[in-house]
């Protein structure tokens, strides 16, 4: 897997899931697409813990999309931890969300994302907010020295 080019997907529903991974498959088809069910797995997956230890099977991506109704912790808390998180500086997060509240938005922007979508379930439309997406980050967006911007 390409480093750079690696997204991660914290999603429950799986019909979404499957609506993500082929609308990033056209957006993005070099990339490579994890997905974990819940924040404690994304918490896991995003530290290298347990299972997903191995690096090279389970790499560290560039963009955490993260769904906020995820059962018993939301995915508000995952955004929370991951802006406290220094190892995750430079990591772009995008919320997808069924939401229609204001409140939700506003919180996902007070806790530091970087893109707020809401789920339409229209492959074309998440094609084109997936592909804005990466080329407004790829040209505008100025991370670390020590890091490589993705491709």
């Avoid at 914290?10 to 974990?36: H, K, Y």
């Avoid at 074309?124 to 407004?136: K, P």
Wanted: charged share 25%; aromatic share 6%; no cysteine.
């Amino acid at each position: 897997m390409t480093p750079g080019k690696h997204v991660l997907l914290v999603e429950d529903n799986l019909i979404d899931a499957l609506l993500f991974e082929q609308a990033l498959r056209i957006a993005r088809p070099e990339s490579t697409l994890s997905r974990v069910p819940d924040v404690m797995a994304a918490v896991y997956y995003l530290r290298g813990i347990g299972f997903y230890a191995d690096r090279t099977a389970h790499p560290l991506p560039y963009l955490v999309a993260i769904d906020l109704n995820l059962g018993t912790v939301s995915g508000m808390e995952l955004l929370k931890w991951i802006k406290k998180e220094p190892a995750m500086k430079g990591l772009i997060t995008v919320v997808l969300t069924a939401s229609e509240a204001d409140v939700d938005a506003d919180a996902a922007h007070d806790n530091g994302v970087n893109s707020y979508l809401r789920k339409r379930h229209d492959r074309d439309a998440l094609v084109t907010s997936l592909t804005l997406l990466h080329q407004s980050w790829r040209r505008q967006n100025l991370l670390p020295p020590s890091e490589t911007q993705p491709t």
